[in-house]
């Protein structure tokens, strides 16, 4: 009677193991679909032609909404057909998918380069920054950070410079009136 009871808790095992089995392996070629369609974007990426890249990571996205890789490389596509804004979607993304600080750090240097194309100076200050609090030995973000806070302060010398000449027009204006 002991063996018996032995072999149904063995079939019961296998069962539960085959069933497993069946039911994880529609995730595991889902998941490995993605990562086809990241290798050929990323060959048509090395080629330089990042509109077909851009393709090939989107198919990856519609496989695997969760695939941080290939939500990381469509932005880097984006920002070389100089679709700024697109990009800029994209690597905000990636930082919000990742876990991992070095990954975020280089999500948020990408999505400051992408915000200082676009002319979003500040909002790519902050990124930045962000990017150095994760990964402080990252020298091309210290760089950009410097560039971009002294382009900010151009455009702010600028505009004062610009209120100021739109003031002494408007007091000239007025003293003509006046006369």
Avoid: C
């Avoid at 198919?59 to 290939?70: L, Q, T, W």
């Avoid at 909002?123 to 994760?134: F, N």
């Avoid at 760089?143 to 971009?148: C, G, I, Q, V």
């Amino acid at each position: 009677m002991f063996r018996i009871t032995d072999n149904k808790n063995e079939i019961n095992r296998l069962w539960l193991v085959l069933t497993a089995l069946f039911l994880l392996l529609p995730l595991f070629a889902y998941s490995q679909g993605d990562k086809k369609f990241i290798r050929q974007g990323n060959r048509e990426y090395e080629k330089n032609k990042y509109a077909e890249s851009e393709v090939y990571y989107r198919r990856a996205i519609d496989k695997n909404k969760e695939s941080s890789d290939a939500v990381f490389n469509s932005g880097d596509a984006l920002y070389k057909q100089d679709k700024f804004e697109d990009a800029v979607k994209q690597f905000a993304d990636n930082h919000d998918m990742n876990d991992d600080s070095k990954k975020k750090s280089a999500s948020l240097y990408n999505l400051g380069n992408s915000l200082l194309m676009a002319d979003k100076v500040k909002e790519s200050i902050d990124a930045y920054k962000g990017s150095l609090r994760l990964n402080p030995d990252n020298m091309e973000a210290k760089y950009n950070l410097a560039y971009a806070q002294d382009l900010l302060r151009e455009q702010e010398q600028e505009q004062q410079q610009q209120q100021q000449q739109d003031q002494q027009n408007q007091n000239q204006n007025n003293d003509q009136q006046n006369q």
